[in-house]
């Protein structure tokens, strides 16, 4: 990976701090993005520690439910990077109780979801202008739970909200979009790939309460290290074993069926023109 521009977003901890650290000791310049400026400079100055002679460390700090700062993140990007080999799409958002962005969409959705639709099309030109850029969706096995679909008749669940249901539907989402993405691209070096990390014990959906952190403390002997949690996402930003192959879907480092909804092209176009208006329709301005 030496050379390499490795974006990461959500990195300042759980399976994003895991992926960055291998990253930036396998030798690539990463840029690693997170909401919280005091936990994102802590984490730059661990990080450091890892870096090698002439290797570039820089965060960014954005909120991700927020679309102006998406087009901050992606201009700030652009102004200190010339290319991008790997995005990592990774930043997510779990929610109890329903909350709704400052552009008036419910947040799973938006950060999930949209956040990855709109951060991938403004970085799209600088992950073109490498040789073999890749892009890397961290999604879920929630993808076939729930209702197995998307809501789009109450995509915010503005009338019934569960928190459950509406990740699971941001995860669907998650590779729907991939797999879009990828027919969109057509035969082209840009590769797009999503996966399920596993089951993590880390920090991800503390944000809930005191009820929930207890929960995640007593299953965490049961669940993976988020060491092992990033590994998937490590080898599809690293292997040369996925080197030209897009529209996959790997859990534990292998290429696995997902759902049969995230296969759906309907679904999958239908999903697209909506989030297209719902961002801006970024893609329709380059294009694509």
Known sequence: MNAKTVVITGATGGIGLETARALVTAGADVAIGGRNAVRGH??????????????????????????????RLAAEIHRDHDHIDVLINNAGAFNVQRSVTVDGYETTIAVNHQAYFLLTALLLDLIRKASAGRIVNVSSCGHAYGS????????????????TWAYFQSKLANVLFTNELARRLGP????????HPGDIGSGFGSNNGSLLKLLMRLARPFLMTPQRGAETSIYLATSPEVAGKTAGYYVKKRLTPSSLPSLDQGLARRLWEITERRTGNPYAAIGL
């Open 42 to 71: 802590q984490t730059l100055d661990e990080l450091k520690q890892n870096l090698g002679a002439g290797q570039k460390l820089t965060l960014y700090v954005a909120d991700l439910a927020s679309q102006a700062d998406i087009h």
């Open 188 to 195: 082209s070096p840009v590769t797009v790939n999503a996966l």
């Open 148 to 163: 197995k679909t998307i809501d789009f008749d109450d995509l915010d669940g503005a009338h019934r909200y569960r928190g």
